[in-house]
């Protein structure tokens, strides 16, 4: 079955920066979309970041635009989330997702597959 596994969250203050990973498993990686989302507590889980299947496309949320990079290894099966700057509001549980179409500003996609999350808590 598909698996999505999370690493690299911790606690960081602000300023700081974290790199997310997300290693897949039980799908053709170097065919799937991949992304993240983050869910605040008492806030609704919102997008973040997404690539296409060979990273020839990114996209972003505006509100990490020119923080936060997203890359992929197909060879390795993995996706990153490089996060730099990071403010108090990035606080969140970060999602990995896979699967599903990407257009426009990326907010409309609706992965089918998605990881256990790993928290990021930034302090002030």
């Known amino acids: 079955q598909v698996q999505l596994v999370e690493s690299g969250g911790g606690l960081v203050q602000a300023g700081g920066s974290l790199r997310l990973s997300c290693a897949a498993s039980?799908?053709?990686?170097?065919?799937?979309?991949m992304g993240w989302f983050r869910q605040a507590p008492g806030k609704e889980r919102e997008f973040v970041s997404a690539?296409?299947?060979?990273?020839?496309?990114?996209y972003y949320a505006d509100s990490v635009k020119g923080r936060f990079t997203i890359s992929r290894d197909n060879t390795k099966s993995t996706v990153y989330l490089h996060m730099n700057i990071l403010k108090p509001e990035d606080t969140a549980v970060y999602y990995c997702?896979?699967?599903?179409?990407?257009?426009?500003?990326?907010?409309?996609?609706?992965?089918?597959?998605w990881g256990q999350g790993t928290q990021v808590t930034v302090s002030s």
């Open positions: 039980g799908l053709t990686f170097s065919l799937i979309n």
């Open positions: 997702a896979a699967r599903g179409t990407l257009s426009g500003s990326g907010s409309s996609w609706r992965p089918s597959y």
């Open positions: 690539l296409t299947y060979n990273g020839g496309t990114t």
